[in-house]
């Protein structure tokens, strides 16, 4: 293997080559940028070695000369896009390919002409004063090497801003694109999203692989949430057999706030995703939902925290994981209830579903609680089929590899249900039948 320390110089020229462009944008930025990048310098990549690392190796990136920004020789047309059950939601879309931005691809009407939503670079170039004051605010670079390497590098994204009492009544869609020819490609997707005080609205954000080469997706978005607002916030996977992905959500709630979040991942070789949700705001609620879909020999890692910092806090929290193959699942759910965070109430659940003897899961739910006024639980379970339902199915005529997918489907479907937007719950639906579908389900001995 390549040492790691070779290909870490390769990111620290890159900036390098690229400080002086950096440089002539905002002031603020460019002082954020060199912060993190030495951050990223001092921590290197993680390695098995830190604990929230222990399951997952970073291997697959570091190991890989990835180059930045490339353009494929080929562009992404709509019509080469149509397998991708996610790409004709009805809702307003921006749509980045390798990180920049696709005018051809996106569609922004019938929005609300008071809410913002632009590509980020846009919104840097305008000099939008909520950027100085929110971005790179809340997601942790001093503490995370790949939010770090974010930071530094990032070039474009999304920014959406709804102003105060503004409800949008269709989802806003963010739509990243990963297309690699012969050489690896890395692109680093930066999004911020604003939502005021008493407005309502959802967000989903989309990562598609095109193309059967080699990348590398470096993701963060920040959150905030005003006081009494209401937000849905979902991230799909549906990336390559060669992708690699790690992602940072990061949500800031303030007082009586609601949010509900959703992560699925239906593909990927390595992805690693990182939820940090703060209640920061008196009678805050969050919900957060999960479903992981593994084979072959993938692996996919969910590091969730809720974070307890004002009384009267409520969260829910359930992640389901399907395993198949030889492949490999993590889960990691830290709930934290601060000195001050009286009468919380969280409850967390990790479930999962192996689908072969060469499956693996490590699931590690657990809680910090330094209140003495609190309601919290959690739990984690790892089985099989039931093999009594398996009999009952086939006592009535079903097969016994399909009598397994409609268990495999009831247990998933489970969380997909939890999602409100009706047109992106159907086409989770379709897209958990496509990947059973590619199954191949062992028979019991």
């Known amino acids: 293997m390549t040492p790691v320390t070779d290909y870490l110089e390769t990111y620290l020229a890159d900036f390098q080559s690229r400080e002086n462009s950096f440089a002539a944008g905002p002031a603020w930025l460019a002082a954020l940028r060199r912060a993190a990048m030495h951050r990223f310098a001092e921590l290197g990549f993680p390695t098995s070695r830190d604990e929230a690392w222990k399951y997952t190796s970073v291997a697959p990136i570091a190991n890989v000369a990835f180059r930045p920004h490339a353009r494929p020789s080929a562009s992404p047309t709509a019509e080469s896009l149509a397998w991708s059950c996610f790409f004709e939601l009805d809702c307003p879309r921006l749509v980045f390919v390798n990180g920049h931005y696709s005018p051809s691809l996106s569609f922004l009407a019938g929005l609300p002409k008071e809410v913002t939503a632009t590509r980020l670079s846009k919104a840097l170039a305008a000099g939008t004063p909520a950027l100085e004051q929110h971005l790179g605010r809340y997601a942790d670079y001093q503490n995370h090497a790949f939010v770090a390497l974010n930071t530094a590098l990032l070039e474009d994204g ?118 940090n949700v703060v209640l920061d705001g008196e009678g805050a609620e969050a919900q957060l939902n999960g479903l992981y879909l593994t084979t072959g020999k993938q692996h996919i890692d969910h590091h969730t925290t809720l974070d307890h910092a004002r009384p009267h806090g409520t969260s829910r929290e359930l992640y389901k994981g399907v395993l198949d193959g030889r492949s490999t699942g993590v889960f990691n759910g830290r709930v934290i209830v601060r000195k001050d965070a009286q009468k919380t109430d969280s409850k967390q659940s990790n479930k999962n579903l192996l689908l072969s003897e060469d499956a693996t899961i490590n699931t590690k739910p657990q809680l910090e609680i330094f209140a003495d006024d609190v309601k919290c639980t959690h739990g984690a379970t790892i089985g099989q089929v039931d093999q009594e339902a398996i009999f009952y199915l086939r006592s009535r005529g079903i097969g016994h590899e399909e009598a397994r997918k409609i268990l495999t489907f009831a247990f998933a479907n489970e969380v997909i249900g939890r999602v409100k937007f009706a047109p992106l719950s159907d086409r989770l639906r379709d897209a958990l039948f496509q990947s059973l579908a590619k199954r191949v389900l062992r028979e019991e001995a």
């Not at 990243?176 to 680093?188: K, R």
């Not at 060669?242 to 979040?261: A, I, L, W």
């Open 158 to 275: 999304g920014f959406i801003e709804i102003p105060k009492g503004t409800v949008v009544e269709k989802p806003i869609y963010l739509m990243f694109i990963s297309a690699a020819d012969t050489e690896p490609t890395v692109s680093y997707p930066r999004t911020l999203i604003l939502a005021g005080r008493e407005s309502q609205a959802t967000f989903i954000e989309g990562h598609v692989g095109w193309g059967a080469g080699v990348y590398f997706t470096n993701a963060v978005t920040e959150i905030v949430a005003g006081e009494n607002a209401i937000v849905e916030y979902a991230k799909l996977h549906q990336e390559g057999a060669t992708t690699s992905h790690v992602g940072t959500v990061q949500v800031e709630q303030q007082r009586n706030s609601n949010v509900v979040t959703h992560s699925f991942a239906f593909g990927g070789a390595l992805i690693r995703e990182d939820w």
